[in-house]
């Protein structure tokens, strides 16, 4: 993975959201910037509330932002970009994990596995090759067959990284990823996020509320009613 000229993968400009409007309006972010390099792991925590799913959302083109900029280089602004742009730049850059695992139940951890390439159109060749690959490096090359419901909590969250990165994306977005594991299956999927954003390159941001996971960040981002209250 190269790094661009400008040093980051993704950059967040005084990003505002605000819901509703007159009495009912939320500030769920209130002019938050961030910067996540490539082969750096941003943790992102904050109480229930505090708006971290607001900002993933936000980061990844999901949702628009009330103002501010969503950058992925120097050129290219995700937030000014028309819809059909949106959704190929997170086809092509952005990997998602979910906390509830996301994965399509009737297919087998490989099928799962192979979707992001099937939307990308590459061909049936180089997908079975890729997601040999993807299932190795989370240490599930002897399950490809297995259905979801056939693996642990953990086993299925490592087939969700693998979905998310098997298209080698540069961007790398987890909200909550360990929220449905118990404490040692979420050490163990995190020190593999931890090791993959390493190795791979992909700037990753992860919200989480878990002490373990954030002891594992290069950066922690706090925040607070939607405003960032700290960073470290
Ligand atoms: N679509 C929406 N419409 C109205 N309010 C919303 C919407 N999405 C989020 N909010 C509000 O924005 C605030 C931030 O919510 P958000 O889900 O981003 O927080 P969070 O930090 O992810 O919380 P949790 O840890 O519980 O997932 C909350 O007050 C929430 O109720």
Do not use: C, W
């Amino acid at each position: 993975m190269t790094r661009t000229a400008t040093g980051y993968a993704l950059r967040a400009e005084g990003i505002s959201r605000t819901f509703g409007s007159g009495a009912s309006e939320v500030h769920a972010l209130v002019d938050v910037s961030l910067e996540v390099a490539p082969g750096e792991l941003l943790v992102v925590r904050g109480p229930s509330g505090s708006g971290k799913t607001t900002l993933l959302n936000v980061l990844g083109g999901l949702d628009r932002p009330s103002s501010g900029r969503v950058r992925l280089d120097e050129v290219r602004e995700l937030t000014a970009m028309p819809p059909g742009d949106v959704l190929a730049a997170r086809r092509d850059e952005i990997g998602y994990v979910f906390q509830s695992f996301g994965l399509v139940p009737v297919l087998s951890a490989a099928e799962n596995v192979e979707v992001p390439l099937r939307l990308r159109r590459t061909p049936p060749a180089e997908r079975a090759e890729r997601v040999a690959r993807a299932l190795d490096l989370v240490g599930l090359a002897g399950h490809a067959d297995q259905r979801p419901y056939e693996l642990s909590g953990g086993q299925q969250q490592r087939v969700g990284i693998a979905r998310a990165l098997v298209a080698e994306p540069r961007v790398l977005l987890a909200d909550e990823p360990t929220g449905q594991l118990d404490s040692g299956t979420a050490a163990v999927v995190m020190e593999l996020v931890r090791d993959l954003v390493h190795t791979r390159g992909v700037a990753a941001v992860v919200t989480t509320h878990d002490p373990d996971l954030i002891a594992r960040a290069d950066r922690v981002l706090t925040l607070r009613d939607g405003r960032v209250a700290g960073s470290a």
